[in-house]
């Protein structure tokens, strides 16, 4: 039998990973928490007790606060330091907001192949980033949460009808993205080649896995040097990653999986301190995502 306790921990990790996937940071997320539950008990007693689905208007107001929080995000984010990445999470960082991951073949060996929850993936939060603040949230909601439309026209405070063309239109950007798309085995594949790589200082081998038009993004918030613009070209960001090695030979790289699949922390003296993930389309990595921000690695450590 679940104890009360037990029941409002549940209740406050749905509503941090609804929060995780809208804000992209853990800490606005717990923010939003907190946000929505304050809603609640401003409530009159009467008011909270005539609520026949807690949970359900718990999900409403947290889309809300949200909604509100993503019109004044980006205004924020221009004042960030260098390039703004969501914080990733480990695969396993179990329950909250990572989601579930398992072994998808029987193997024992979850590198091999995993069922990672896509919805929390890199790759995806970036996306979610182009979006309007109402197409995430409604994406958010529908998509990954299974709230009704009905309901959420209520938090975007447009008709139904508008509620499902914004669906429509934030599904199409998904789609878009993932084209070219392979599947876990072929990702860690592809990225244990391109750590192997990296490490051996073989710059040959390591542009043969880059596509002629990857990407790498650094975040670092302005606490530790890194790159404050984006890095293009295969010929730029294999010589800018073996660069980044050689600056750093205290540091271990090691294999973790993450909700993008198979990718690489930096450990210093037992801490994490970067986490790379990254993006296979049609057999190459497209894109690296490196986040160096302290304030965005405190789930790994």
């Known amino acids: 039998m679940i104890g009360d306790n037990d029941a409002d921990a549940a209740e406050r990790r749905q509503l941090a990973s609804l929060a995780y996937r809208m804000l992209g940071t853990v800490a606005d997320a717990e923010d939003a928490v907190q946000e929505t539950y304050l809603r609640w008990y401003r409530l009159p007693a009467s008011e909270r007790d005539a609520v026949a689905n807690r949970a359900a208007w718990l999900t409403r107001a947290a889309g809300r606060v949200c909604l509100d929080a993503l019109g004044t995000a980006r205004a924020r984010r221009e004042r960030y330091v260098g390039e703004w990445l969501p914080e990733p999470l480990p695969a396993f960082a179990g329950g909250g907001a990572s989601g579930a991951v398992r072994a998808a073949n029987g193997s024992g060996d979850p590198l091999e192949e995993a069922a990672l929850d896509e919805s929390v993936s890199t790759a995806l939060l970036v996306v979610l980033e182009m979006m309007t603040p109402a197409e995430r949230v409604v994406f958010v909601l529908h998509d990954v949460f299974a709230v009704p439309f009905a309901d959420i026209a209520e938090v975007v405070g447009r008709s139904a009808a508008a509620v499902r ?137």
Do not use: C
């Not at 993205?177 to 599947?183: A, H, K, M, P």
């Not at 975040?219 to 750093?248: E, I, M, Q, T, Y």
């Open 165 to 301: 063309q914004l669906a429509v239109s934030a599904r199409r950007r998904v789609s878009e993205d993932r084209r070219g798309e392979v599947s876990p085995r072929q990702h860690a594949e592809v990225a244990r080649a391109f750590g192997a790589a990296a490490r051996g200082g073989d710059i040959a081998t390591l542009m043969t896995l880059l596509d002629p038009d990857v990407v790498v993004r650094s975040d670092s918030g302005g606490f530790v040097s890194a790159a404050r613009h984006p890095v293009r070209g295969a010929s730029n960001v294999a010589r800018f990653l073996l660069g980044v090695l050689r600056k750093n030979p205290g540091a271990v790289v090691e294999e973790r999986l993450t909700a993008d699949g198979l990718g690489y922390v930096t450990v210093v003296s037992g801490r994490v301190t970067g986490v790379a993930t990254l993006a296979v389309r049609a057999g190459r990595i497209v894109d690296v995502w490196m986040v160096l921000n302290p304030e965005k690695l405190t789930s790994w450590n």
